[in-house]
């Protein structure tokens, strides 16, 4: 029997709890508990956006529901202790310009891409503590102590963030081209957690890439005595990976993905879709990781739509991929490569 679920406002995102429950988020602000058998009407709605909702993720090892949305906020709600009306939430994390929120899948990071032309990256991720550590964090007081601390080392600019040793903070910057400011919407994680992948546009429209960043630990900062003033944060790197898009259908968000076993990219490109690897040989990123950031290799590009191609996604099952373009088509293919 096919269960049909009717709303009557833009659905952003939706992420499955378990068998049976899902959410939904959207922009009238709300997200929505659902029981696939009942698709009526929602379990429950769950208020505390002000904004559009745009992302739902599930912290399996928190048990905690996290959504974000055009607000800046990052919320998280016990959907264990949910009742008609609701159910309470918490602000973990605030910050302007947020556009795109991701979980690795072990939930040890959280991942955030902003329209300010950087990623947020919350280390050794504790959801429970994550709003008292970073009660006091400003990403643009961070840009700015960072930048001190590249022109004056000597200079004690109290980086609080890389002492703790939990939900510690980075912020990356490497793009390319590096000298452009970046609006990032689009992000997703690698299956294994090992990078991110981002869909990037400049302020003018005139310019689109997609890019890899690793994102593997570092070893963790020696813990801190009171009053010991702290070296300068030592950075290195993350990009591993960038292509140059079609930049057709500007002012549209387009929805890349991973496929299941993260070996290949699936991106919006113009009327279609293209596939890309980390290397010709489509190997996994751990046995083509490179010194220097290389460009993505285009595996093969299909032409099929009539209209910009906004949004891409693999099966998790089967060898197979589905797109859907502005004009409302959805196109499957069983790609041969």
């Not at 269960?3 to 992420?15: E, G, N």
């Not at 910050?95 to 072990?106: A, Y």
């Not at 609080?160 to 903070?169: A, E, G, T």
């Not at 292509?243 to 990219?265: H, M, P, Q, Y």
């Amino acid at each position: 029997m096919l269960h049909l679920l009717t709303v009557t406002c833009l659905i952003s995102s939706q992420r499955f709890l378990d068998a049976r429950m899902f959410a939904t988020c959207s922009d009238d602000c709300s997200v929505s508990l659902w029981d696939l058998r009942n698709l009526r009407q929602s379990i429950c709605q769950l208020k505390g956006h002000t904004n559009w909702v745009k992302n739902i993720e599930y912290s399996r090892k928190s048990g905690l529901l996290l959504t974000s949305g055009f607000d800046g906020r990052v919320l998280t709600w016990d959907i264990n202790k949910y009742m008609e009306d609701g159910c309470s939430h918490e602000r973990v994390f605030h910050t302007h310009g947020l556009m795109r929120t991701r979980l690795t899948p072990d939930g040890s990071k959280m991942v955030m891409s902003t329209a300010m032309g950087y990623l947020i990256v919350i280390h050794d991720l504790d959801l429970s503590t994550m709003s008292e550590d970073l009660k006091f964090f400003n990403a643009a007081n961070y840009m700015r102590w960072y930048h001190i601390e590249q022109m004056n080392p000597e200079q004690d600019t109290d980086s609080l963030y890389f002492r703790l040793p939990k939900n510690r903070v980075e912020i990356v910057t490497d793009f390319v081209p590096t000298e452009n400011y970046w609006y990032i919407t689009s992000l997703q994680v690698h299956p294994q957690g090992w990078c991110s992948l981002s869909r990037y546009t400049s302020p003018d429209d005139d310019s689109e890439w997609t890019c890899v960043h690793d994102l593997q630990d570092y070893p963790k900062p020696k813990p801190f005595k009171h009053g010991q003033k702290m070296p300068p944060h030592q950075t290195r790197p993350r990009l591993t990976h960038f292509i140059e898009e079609a930049n057709v259908g500007r002012g549209f968000i387009k929805e890349l993905c991973f496929s299941d076993d993260g070996r290949l990219v699936c991106s919006p490109f113009g009327f279609g879709v293209r596939l890309l690897a980390f290397d010709p040989k489509c190997s996994e990123l751990c046995d083509c990781h490179p010194d220097t950031p290389v460009q993505l290799y285009e595996v093969k590009t299909e032409m099929t739509h009539a209209d910009t191609v906004l949004t891409t996604k693999f099966s998790p099952i089967h060898c197979m991929l589905v797109s859907g373009c502005l004009s409302g088509k959805i196109f499957f293919y069983q790609p041969a490569l």
